[in-house]
T-cell receptor, first 115, second 113 residues
């Protein structure tokens, strides 16, 4: 149990376009979802925390108008990279958990390449 | 601000060797510590999770220890195999309902046949 599905697994887009990444909890209700970004040979850096039905909380230095996060249901959160640029090329990973101090479960990540 | 350090960044060992991967963190007020495995271009696979009240956890050939007071954890891999080649990430979780994980940069392990 506790499967998190992330889609797409990879995407290539042109500079200036927007890309949407989905994160779904398949067999549990995710009260909270987290979005991370990972550059090559670097650690996962938390971008934002989203709770179902409320606005996401962004980490310092992450532009909320560029990385739009929606968590409209207990099983789905989306990250939209708006007006993507080559420097946004990265590996994006989501994680989800039930309420309280329950364990975190990770998706398989999305490789974004902006040309 | 919590910082997690993993040194060295890369490690290469011959098959069959027992090895220890180290992780240190700056703030000992953690809820738990978790070791993950990441294969190239893939997501994270949770290996072991140690609650702050525990000293170690074991799963098969893997053993993770936690010394919260000194801010250290080790992942011990017994009888390493080529299939163990991957990046191993250490992450600490703060206490709290929306607690986040702070990751180290990982140690890339290569086990030579």
């Amino acid at each position: 149990g506790a499967v998190v599905s992330q889609h797409p697994s990879w995407v290539i887009c042109k500079s200036g376009t927007s890309v949407k990444i989905e994160c779904r909890s398949l067999d549990f209700q995710a009260t909270t979802m987290f979005w991370y970004r990972q550059f090559p040979k670097q650690s996962l850096m938390l971008m934002a925390t989203s709770n179902e039905g409320s606005k996401a909380t962004y980490e310092q230095g992450v532009e909320k108008d560029k990385f739009l996060i929606n968590h409209a249901s207990l099983t789905l959160s989306t990250l939209t990279v708006t007006s993507a640029h080559p420097e946004d090329s990265s590996f994006y990973i989501c994680s989800a958990k039930r309420g309280g101090d329950s364990p975190l479960h990770f998706g398989n990540g999305t490789r974004l390449t902006v040309t | 601000k919590q910082e997690v350090t993993q040194i060295p960044a890369a490690l290469s060992v011959p098959e069959g060797e027992n090895l220890v991967l180290n992780c240190s963190f700056t703030d000992s007020a953690i809820y738990n510590l978790q070791w993950f495995r990441q294969d190239p271009g893939k997501g994270l696979t949770s290996l072991l999770l140690i609650q702050s009240s525990q000293r170690e956890q074991t799963s098969g050939r893997l053993n993770a220890s936690l010394d919260k007071s000194s801010g250290r954890s080790t992942l011990y891999i017994a009888a390493s195999q080529p299939g163990d080649s991957a990046t191993y990430l250490c992450a600490v979780r703060e206490a709290g309902a929306n607690s986040k994980l702070t990751f180290g940069k990982g140690i890339t392990l290569s086990v030579r046949p």
